[in-house]
């Protein structure tokens, strides 16, 4: 069964805090991992990823894969209390020649403390 | 540009009863799909639409039927609501050349006592 899983589930960190999230999958036919941030109801484009080892930036945040070992981190740097949220892993695998949807990871709820 | 946008906001329903939730995508993309996602779980793809025709479908059952009209905006209706179908419903949009970068809408909260 395709599945997606993100560590840690919860993380409390200050700011200021460098963080480290987490995401591996397991799922047929691959085609690109994406990152969303969720603040209150819609989640929001972060990057998408389709080739080991390029590194993807924006601003403090920055994301890299790797597809022979099946995962992903997203880095945040010098963490501020608005990058508090649920940051959410998705993989693009179609299947059946056809577009399918992104299968998700539960999502990792980050809190920065002031 | 205008963004996604879901309609209605927030929605009570008692079980048994039918749900329609309305989708408007983003300027310029054809595509829609729509994903469930319950309380601390990530969300869960129900099924995409593009040209008017089903283009996917995850693991949800017949009661869960959808439209896309030619202007490319989209309905969800869901049949014989059950408790838990409790749910933020997210719609999301994208490009057929980048089908899978995904624009979300706010969502519809849908409660079903």
């Known amino acids: 069964e395709d599945k997606v899983v993100q560590s840690p589930l919860s993380l409390v960190v200050h700011e200021g805090d460098t963080v480290t999230l987490n995401c591996s999958y397991e799922v047929t036919n691959f085609r690109s991992l994406l990152w969303y941030k969720q603040e209150k109801k819609a989640p929001t484009f972060l990057f998408m990823l389709t080739s080991s080892g390029i590194e993807k930036k924006s601003g403090r945040l920055s994301s890299i894969l790797d597809k022979k070992e099946l995962f992903s981190i997203l880095n945040i740097t010098a963490t501020q209390t608005g990058d508090s949220a649920v940051y959410l892993c998705a993989v693009d695998h179609p299947s059946g020649g056809g577009a399918d949807g992104l299968t998700f990871g539960k999502g990792t709820h980050l809190i920065i403390q002031p | 540009e205008t963004g996604v946008t879901q309609s209605p906001t927030h929605l009570i329903k008692t079980r048994g009863q039918q749900v329609t939730l309305r989708c408007s995508s983003q300027?310029?993309?054809?595509?829609v799909s729509w994903y469930q996602q319950a309380l601390g779980q990530g969300p869960q793809f129900i099924f995409q639409?593009?040209?008017?025709?089903?283009?996917g479908r995850g693991n949800f059952p017949p009661r869960f039927s959808g439209l896309q009209f030619p202007n490319y905006s989209s309905e969800l209706n869901v049949n014989a609501l059950e408790l838990d179908d409790s749910a933020l419903y997210l719609c999301?949009?994208?490009?057929?050349?980048?089908?899978?970068?995904?624009?979300f809408g706010p969502g519809t909260r849908l409660t079903v006592l």
């Open positions: 300027s310029g993309h054809n595509t």
């Open positions: 639409y593009y040209r008017e025709e089903e283009n």
């Open positions: 999301a949009s994208s490009s057929s050349s980048s089908y899978n970068e995904q624009f």
